[in-house]
């Protein structure tokens, strides 16, 4: 067997790995086991890469690439390990952003590299595609890092003739690429790869940070696709399949996303949603209609007559950082036989499926984490629908008043149940802005304050009780 | 058979196959899923060595350079952060403590 059949071969068994982890992800019990298998396998392709012969002669600046490989290293294993959880969308916009940013710069050198030889135009093509693609998603992943560090607004930014002007860069982009189709001109490739930055900027600015889970999922698909079209450039199958894969998961999450807040992915990317909304919610409607609000003990003597609750948790939670003590409660609770469960909306939290890392990460069972449709089933024989830190997830006018910002969008039907309970800062409308009319429900029970601080309260009076 | 038309049959495929896997997995698990098939496209660190590696100029050596640091900090970075996550994720505790409890009570 030839040396490039052998490393072919261990291509192709990285490649299975790949695939094999994502299946593995499809349960809780063996999806650690297929990550560490795809690390294996990424290791036997970057071993493998080491014999490969370029142009003829084996690999240059193999001491470069161990240190580029070392700083990498250096950089990455700590900044993975000690992230805080609620720090998680973040972490994964920047390794997103830097893979884009790879595929780019690989894109272009290939380009400089092969120029001379006067490749096909369809070489040039996918080149200039993961150039593109690749640059949007790096500069796209830092604008989205900067809004959830906090290092800018969440809110969206806009601008007159925002549309029109993105349009135009769009446009100017697609010009680009035709002419360096034609000519072929590096200097060109530079002006592109600038371009491309200005629009991976100006397409992230007018998104608001309650759109960033649909964002990350997509940036995550272009920078899978941008791989993918390296690995055209390159030749590489390898490249290809694992680019492909990710570019699918990114989509097929994307529109998981959108569909989760019930609306159009054109919508979550094109209508700057939630920029006005700050206007219309300190200005609560108030007409006379009264909450009932009652103390943790009142809850917690509520709670234990209960035989069935299920919690509802929202972004608010972690950001009191008040898992641990939601999960004593609920352990509790338990022990005095009352059936626990915690209902997961699809976008609670920041990014997909964030909410049910931070449960676990404070030791929450997944048995006892519910997908929506599942705890809407539950609710409807649930004593108490206990709400912490959520608010439009479960606003009702997401279903019966059409002109709502969030109407279409699937709640969790906290309503079902024989009682809610409401742990709430204040009266101030969620993320969405928008006022929640089950706040005023006759069965509704709102507590006032810290979410930490009462569940630490109506842990104690459980307890007494 | 033409080169390019062997790359498409690859990355259709893959794509149908991908779709049909990943929508299997469940919600409970998508941030897991994001990171690790983000840890998953840093395969372009095989792009990059092959770059660094086959550089004849002091640019393209630049580039490349950069492409292997970028490209290590999101394999590196994906796969560690999610075996953390992973490791979080743990079915209900079988009740080793009590059990010897209830034993000794009667």
Do not use: C
């Not at chain 1, 830097?98 to 996918?126: C, D, N, Q, R, W």
């Not at chain 1, 135009?168 to 790869?193: D, E, K, R, Y």
């Not at chain 1, 069972?365 to 809407?376: H, I, R, S, T, V």
């Not at chain 1, 608010?391 to 109407?407: E, K, L, Q």
């Amino acid at each position: 067997m030839s040396r490039e059949t052998l490393i072919d071969l261990l291509y192709l068994f990285s490649a299975t790995t790949f695939i094999v982890a994502l299946k593995g992800l499809g349960s809780p019990k063996h999806a650690r086991r297929g990550n560490m298998v795809a690390a294996f396998g990424m290791l036997v392709a970057v071993v493998a890469t080491f014999f490969k012969y370029v142009d003829g002669h084996s690999l240059h600046h193999v001491w470069l690439i161990l240190l580029a490989m070392f700083i990498g290293v250096i950089i990455a294993v700590p900044t993975a390990r000690f992230v805080k959880m609620t720090a998680m969308p973040q972490l994964v916009a920047i390794f997103n952003g830097v893979g884009g940013g790879a595929a780019s710069l690989v894109s272009m050198t290939e380009f400089i590299h092969i120029k001379s030889s006067h490749p096909a135009t369809y070489v040039i093509l996918e080149v200039l595609l993961g150039v593109l693609i690749g640059t949007v998603s790096f500069a796209g992943s830092a604008i989205a890092f900067a809004k959830l560090q906090e290092l800018m607004t969440g809110r969206p930014v806009t601008y007159p003739g925002q549309q029109l002007i993105n349009g135009v860069v769009g446009a100017a982009a697609v010009a680009l690429i035709v002419t360096i189709l034609v000519t072929a001109s590096t200097s060109l490739l530079w002006i592109l790869l600038a371009l491309s930055f200005v629009l991976g900027v100006i397409f992230v600015l007018p998104i608001g940070g309650a759109d960033v889970p649909v964002l990350i999922s997509l940036l995550n698909a272009f920078t899978g696709l941008a791989v993918a079209a390296s690995g055209f450039t390159l030749g590489s199958n390898l490249l290809i399949v694992a680019g492909t894969l990710v570019g699918a998961s990114g989509i097929l999450l994307t529109r998981l996303m959108s569909k989760a807040m019930g609306r159009s992915l054109s919508n979550v990317l094109f209508s700057a949603f939630g920029s006005v909304v700050t206007a219309s919610g300190a200005t609560t409607r108030d007409d006379g209609r009264s909450v009932r609000s009652g103390t943790p003990e009142d809850i917690a003597i509520m709670l234990g007559f209960s035989s069935r609750v299920v919690i509802i948790p929202g972004y608010g939670l972690a950001v009191a950082q008040g898992q641990h003590v939601l999960r004593e409660l609920a352990e509790l609770l338990e022990s005095k036989g009352i059936e626990v469960f915690y209902a997961i909306h699809p976008v609670a939290g920041r990014m997909p499926g964030h909410m049910n890392v931070l449960l676990a990460e404070a030791n929450v069972p997944y048995e006892q984490l519910l997908e929506m449709d599942e705890a809407n089933s539950e609710l409807a024989t649930a004593d108490v629908a206990l709400v912490v830190g959520a608010n439009d997830t479960v606003n009702p006018a997401a279903n019966d008043d059409p002109g709502s910002p969030i109407y279409g969008m699937p709640i969790i039907h906290a309503d079902l149940a024989e009682n809610v309970v409401f742990l709430k800062r204040s009266m101030r409308p969620g993320f969405a802005g928008i006022e929640n009319d089950l706040l005023y429900n006759p069965k509704t029970t709102l507590v006032f304050g810290d979410a930490k601080d009462t569940l630490t309260k109506m842990v104690a009076a459980v307890k007494a009780n | 058979m033409n080169v390019l038309l062997q790359y498409a049959t690859v990355l259709i495929l893959t794509a149908f196959v991908g779709t049909e896997i990943i929508a299997k997995v469940p919600s409970i698990l998508h941030t897991p899923l994001m990171s690790g098939s983000n840890a998953i496209h840093g395969v372009i660190l095989v792009g990059s060595m092959l770059i660094l590696g086959g550089s004849t100029t002091n640019l393209q050596e630049v580039l490349g350079f950069l492409a292997v640091i970028l490209a290590t900090l999101n394999v590196v970075g994906g796969f560690v952060v999610t075996d953390r996550m992973l490791e979080m994720f743990k079915p209900r505790a079988t009740k080793v403590k009590e059990t010897p409890a209830d034993e000794v009570a009667p």
